[in-house]
């Protein structure tokens, strides 16, 4: 039986999941999607070409893998179309190549609309205003709107009126704004499905096949630990489980709890959006690392906030994921400090800080870890042993090769 591999970020995302992801889809069978929306954006460059995934997986790109994306999923149809038209411009051809849960629950405008409601007033979290949060609360309220629905005009009509009732009532009443039509949103919703139908499915049964036949799976995240509902800087966190622990129910196949787990950590820590930072920089050194390492969010735009490496939430993730092996992404961004810190206790809520002398010479490019600079091997043996965890990869550029 061949490894199957969780691919999960360790901090707030942002990691370069993307990248990597695409690395290694090359090496597998299949590539599984198991939670978070079109919130998620993952960059990958394909010879020189800039491409942004938020839900299609990034192993689309290898003609003999197959792309899955599980019921943990909260999927707006609408993104998916956007996002197989711009990949099917390039030649990339997604029918029969990709198959998603009939299981999955169904992200509307309606949601999208309620989320930047909320956002627009004095407690705003700081979410990309998509409406994955209001869509995850309709699926644990048990009113949400399920992809096998669309299979059943009268239960269909049914829910779906409720859920309109439920946030016109909101829109209008709470945040004095304009209600939805019924008819216009069931009209474009019926319209959607009639063109996403073909790519809906038993994931479940389809990885149980391939599993069973020798083939090897890669479950991919989205998000970071650190934005986990249940284990993340709650409130100021995504509304899903971002755990690999997460992937046998996402995935709908709970076989996929026995893989191994690639945490992705950068060499230095970013933010997007409200919440706690102990290690951010609010200073030069802080708008040196955002702009070396083009930190804009690749869904929203907005600039990133960073900071040092928090070491110790470094080690808390590597527990909580049960990860086996680390991929450290942007060393390269470090290149030219003279000085690099890292996190290594607090204080109160003051972070305590080992300083390394920079390297100060390029590794980007460099493919093996015995040619980079002896401090860079220095600052990645440190991290290994504070957390733990062996860091099998080291990211030192955007391209797939580096």
């Known amino acids: ?36 929306g079109h919130n998620a954006g993952h960059t990958i460059y394909k010879e020189d070409e800039k491409f942004v995934l938020h839900l299609i997986p990034s192993g689309v790109f290898y003609d003999h893998v197959s792309c899955f994306i599980g019921q ?41 609309k309620i989320d930047q409601l909320r956002e627009d007033n004095k407690n705003s979290i700081g979410t990309t205003r998509r409406g994955i949060g209001p869509a995850y609360e309709d699926k644990t309220a048990r009113r949400s709107i399920k992809a096998f629905d669309l299979e059943d005009k009268d239960l269909l009509e049914k829910k779906l009126r409720s859920l309109v009732e439920y946030y016109n009532f909101q829109i209008k009443n709470i945040h004095d704004s304009e209600p939805f039509s019924y008819d216009d949103v069931y009209k474009d919703l019926i319209e959607s499905y009639k063109q996403a139908s073909k790519y809906f499915g038993d994931v479940t049964d389809t990885l149980e096949n391939i599993y069973d036949e020798g083939g ?47 945490g992705i950590a950068k060499a230095y820590t970013t933010r997007v959006g409200a919440g706690p930072f102990p290690t951010e920089l609010f200073c030069e050194t802080g ?46 961004i470090m290149d030219e400090f003279n000085s690099i810190e890292v996190c290594i206790d607090y204080q109160g809520n003051q972070p305590v800080y080992k300083t390394f002398e920079g390297w100060q010479s390029s590794t980007e490019g460099i493919t093996e870890f015995k040619n980079l600079p002896l401090k860079a091997q220095e600052y990645i043996n440190f991290i290994e042993d504070f957390v733990g965890c062996n860091i099998s990869i080291v990211s030192t550029g955007p391209s797939r090769e580096e």
Not at 228 to 247: E, I, K, M, Q, R
Request: charged share 25%.
């Open 287 to 332: 708008e040196r690392i955002a702009k070396l390492g083009h930190e804009f969010g690749a869904t929203t735009g907005r600039p990133r906030r960073c900071g040092w490496l928090d070491l110790l939430a470094l080690k808390k993730a590597v527990f909580t994921n049960s990860v086996t092996d680390i991929c450290l992404t942007k060393l390269d």
């Open 72 to 112: 943990g999923v909260i999927l707006s149809i609408d993104s998916l179309l956007e996002e197989i038209k711009q990949l099917e411009e390039k030649g990339i051809e997604l029918e029969g190549k990709l198959r998603i849960s009939r299981y999955c629950s169904l992200l509307l405008p309606l949601h999208a």
């Open 216 to 262: 090897n799976i890669l479950y991919e995240g989205a998000q970071g630990t650190l934005l986990d509902v249940d284990y993340g800087t709650y409130p100021y966190v995504t509304s899903s489980n971002t755990l690999a622990t997460s992937v046998g129910i996402g995935s709908g196949f709970p076989k996929s709890i026995y893989s191994d787990v690639l």
């Open 1 to 36: 039986m061949k490894k199957s591999l969780i691919l999960v970020g360790t901090q707030w995302g942002d990691e370069g999941k993307g990248k990597i992801v695409d690395f290694y889809s090359k090496k597998f069978d299949a590539v599984c999607r198991f939670q978070g």
